[in-house]
């Protein structure tokens, strides 16, 4: 556990600086309606660590980070420009030119890198797990001094992004102002895309305030919800991604899209007033029954339909209710499939016992050498395919159980989603007519 503190302590504290600034420019970003600017300064930047890549220059130096910049910086001033341009075509749209175009280039320039593929994977999901004590104290530097910069000018800025009109009437130079704003941006991106990956950032900086808007108004109330759902999430996906040995930047990518869902999901709930919030509850019970109902109906049309194809419901109950296939068994075939399940079992073992050696031996920091990863390998491929035969057994075994299945499941389960499904129409439509009765009197 200690080791395991001391790995993750220094990415999530980066993650923490990262979601800090990021909450507050995505506040802006949505307010200017300009949602994919993130993707496209991220992809400019991209290319300009793929340029710096190209001629020679490894990731994390002072040079990547300077062509990055250079590209992030002549990026700013396009999309500056770009409100002036945006009459019948609209802002987002250059933006989504800007990251597509960035993107193809990208591309094109790294195609005949033999390690190519490795710098798309580092461009896209980072590398927040290897972040130093460094890494940590150059962001607080550098993002407090974008913050304080931002702090100076928070009239000028805030009231750009959520009222325009009033900036225009003032006599403003929008221009000059987004030319700024994009350029300190553009500043958080290239450190952050170095860092954290195009996906992390992204998510970084549109989900956490997305999570606050749909809750608040106030500009304060949605930076401390973002920060407060971001510091949670990002807590939750960095120990998954070390528990389940997953990339760091990919499984916090997901827990923030989960997070969002489930936020976005219990936002009418929440919301709602208290005769709302019942009215709301029962509608969703109600439609979590005719759901269920309808699963259950093409379940049981599918068994009797294709007993052999993947049955999901009724494979739910058998993992949780093994004794439900083995009574459609004879005994010699469930002597077969427990011997078939024991040998599963067992080559799963040896399988788990080599990947977690490799395991170990790269998060301590002393990788395997060569020919003791080709052993494992082949090692792990051999058991690989002894799996692979004694789960074929118990498939051959599981199709032979679904065809005495499907009489004794399917007609019995279509027949009772069918009736469920008939009394909860009757009912809503009972609830209708007495609704319509009470506002005629009313």
């Known amino acids: 556990m200690e080791d395991a503190l001391q790995l993750l302590t220094i990415p999530f504290l980066v993650a923490l600086v990262l979601i800090g600034i990021h909450t507050y420019l995505g506040i802006h970003v949505l307010s200017r309606n300009v949602v994919f600017v993130d993707l496209a300064l991220a992809q400019i930047s991209a290319l300009g660590a793929t340029v710096a890549f190209m001629l020679g220059h490894l990731p994390q130096t002072p040079a990547a980070y300077g062509y990055s910049l250079a590209f992030t910086v002549a990026g700013a001033a396009i999309l500056s420009l770009s409100r002036q341009w945006s009459g019948r075509v609209s802002q987002e749209t250059f933006i989504g030119v800007v990251y597509v175009v960035s993107a193809a280039a990208a591309f094109l320039l790294i195609d005949r890198s033999p390690q190519g593929a490795e710098h798309i994977k580092q461009i896209l999901v ?9 890494d940590l104290l150059k962001v607080v530097g550098l ?11 928070r009239d000028r800025f805030l009231t ?21 704003f994009y350029v300190s941006f553009g500043v958080v991106v290239t450190s952050s895309v170095a860092i ?3 996906l992390l950032v992204f998510s970084f900086l549109i989900i956490p305030a997305a999570i606050g808007t749909l809750y608040s ?6 930076l401390l919800l973002g920060w407060t759902v971001g510091l949670v999430t990002s ?3 960095i120990g998954a991604s070390y528990l389940g040995d997953l990339p760091t930047g990919a499984t916090i990518v997901c827990t923030f899209g989960a997070v969002l869902a489930i936020a976005t999901l219990l936002q009418p709930l929440i919301l709602a007033s208290p005769d709302q919030r019942r009215r709301i509850l029962a509608q969703a019970a109600r439609t979590l029954g ?7 109906l093409l379940s049981g049309l599918w068994l009797m339909v294709n007993p052999h194809a993947d049955q999901p419901l009724l494979g739910l109950i058998e993992h949780y209710y093994p004794a439900l296939q083995d009574r459609f068994l004879t005994d010699t075939e469930r002597e077969l499939a427990a011997e078939a399940t024991l040998g599963e079992v067992e080559m799963q073992a040896h399988i788990q016992q080599l990947t977690q050696l490799e395991r170990d031996s790269r998060w301590q920091g002393e990788p395997l050498s060569e020919d003791r990863l080709r052993e494992l390998s082949s090692y792990t491929l051999s058991y690989q395919e002894m799996e692979k035969g004694e789960s074929f057994v118990q498939e051959a075994l599981k199709d032979r159980a679904r065809d005495r299945q499907r009489w004794v499941f399917g007609l019995p389960l279509i027949a009772i989603a069918l009736g469920g499904l008939l009394m909860v129409n009757h009912s809503q439509t009972a609830d209708d007519i007495e609704t319509n009765y009470e506002h005629s009197n009313v």
């Open 196 to 198: 954290a990956g195009v």
């Open 235 to 237: 807590a939750v996906g």
């Open 126 to 134: 980072g590398s927040l797990l290897t972040t130093t004590e460094g």
């Open 143 to 153: 993002y407090g001094a974008v913050g304080m910069f931002h702090w100076l000018c």
């Open 290 to 296: 005719m759901g269920s109902l309808g699963l259950a």
């Open 160 to 180: 750009i992004s959520l009222n325009p009109e009033q900036a225009i009437a003032k006599g403003w130079r929008l221009w000059l102002w987004d030319f700024l």
């Open 217 to 222: 108004s106030r500009v304060w109330l949605k």
